[in-house]
């Protein structure tokens, strides 16, 4: 539980880490997911980790930065 608790954080704290990230996304409890590889999406931490559990990736898509 506690490795599973660590990871979790991990993620979390990676995605607020993403320079493209806004304060106000933060503000709002919101991370960035590119999703199905064609457009990026701020989301909450709940659906985040929903989006990386079907394959989306973390952070903005590479041709929208």
């Not at 409890?29 to 590889?37: E, P």
Request: hydrophobic fraction near 30%; charged fraction near 25%.
């Amino acid at each position: 539980m506690r490795i599973l608790l660590l990871c979790f954080s991990l993620l979390i704290l990676s995605a607020c880490a993403t320079q493209s990230d806004t304060v106000e996304d933060r503000r709002r409890g919101q991370s960035l997911v590119c999703h199905k590889q064609k457009h990026t999406e701020a989301v909450s931490t709940p659906n985040y980790l929903r989006h990386l559990e079907h394959g989306d990736s973390a952070g903005p898509c590479p041709n929208e930065e």
